[in-house]
T-cell receptor, first 112, second 118 residues
Framework: DGGITQSPKYLFRKEGQNVTLSCEQN?????MYWYRQDPGQGLRLIYY???????QKGDIAEGYSVSREKKESFPLTVTSAQKNPTAFYLC???????????FGPGTRLLVL | KQEVTQIPAALSVPEGENLVLNCSFT??????LQWFRQDPGKGLTSLLL?????REQTSGRLNASLDKSSGRSTLYIAASQPGDSATYLC?????????????????FGQGTILTVHP
């Protein structure tokens, strides 16, 4: 089955800790995206990548980092600099320069 | 800066009712508008995509319209069912140039939480 997978489904972060959220796709899509969703709000773009080894900051990139070493994978690291990390994180992918994005099931990050 | 607003924030209706969800956006320079469905704790599922040159799209009991000049879209759900209960998100797409490349950016509304009770 083709699609986007995110892991883990739930993630707990301790104070001062960096945590990494996984996003993998087997759709052969060039572009990948990370969004953050807070309760009662829409999605906000954190980072995006159009091709391997290239990525750009979105609207709320502070406190986050990404890498794009493989076409299939776009991991997101929530660093200790992100003071309010509790949220639902969604990964998406699309064919380069097309409008339809396909979303993964999401990871909920909670702070201990 | 593009802003997308959805009204109402929440809606509760009895089964069988026809209903309308509203979406407005501030910058009409979009190239499409999408309606998504999100079930609790899940990802997004695309329902309908309307290109900027189109006026409406239909899929089953769903009909979405777009008036780009006035910055408005509506999602019409006919004969609602309890299985339609979910959050409905509207998003507009527009091209942005950043880092020497251009990309299609989605700007989302905050969503309408729909509850259809038996």
């Amino acid at each position: 089955d083709g699609g986007i997978t995110q892991s883990p489904k739930y993630l707990f972060r301790k104070e001062g800790q960096n945590v990494t959220l996984s996003c993998e796709q087997n759709l052969n899509h060039d572009a990948m995206y990370w969004y953050r969703q807070d309760p009662g709000q829409g999605l906000r773009l954190i980072y995006y990548s159009q091709i391997v080894n290239d990525f750009q900051k979105g609207d709320i990139a502070e406190g986050y980092s990404v890498s794009r070493e493989k076409k299939e994978s776009f991991p997101l690291t929530v660093t200790s600099a992100q003071k309010n990390p509790t949220a639902f994180y969604l990964c998406a992918s699309s064919i380069y320069r097309t409008e339809t994005q396909y979303f993964g099931p999401g990871t909920r990050l909670l702070v201990l | 800066k593009q802003e997308v607003t959805q009204i109402p924030a929440a809606l509760s209706v009895p089964e069988g009712e026809n209903l309308v969800l509203n979406c407005s956006f501030t910058d009409s320079a979009i190239y499409n508008l999408q309606w998504f469905r999100q079930d609790p704790g899940k990802g997004l599922t695309s329902l309908l995509l309307i290109q900027s040159s189109q006026r409406e799209q239909t899929s089953g009991r769903l009909n979405a319209s777009l008036d780009k000049s006035s910055g408005r879209s509506t999602l019409y759900i006919a004969a609602s069912q309890p299985g339609d209960s979910a959050t409905y998100l509207c998003a507009v797409s527009h091209w942005l140039n950043a880092g020497g490349t251009s990309y299609g950016k989605l700007t989302f509304g905050q969503g309408t939480i729909l509850t259809v009770h038996p």
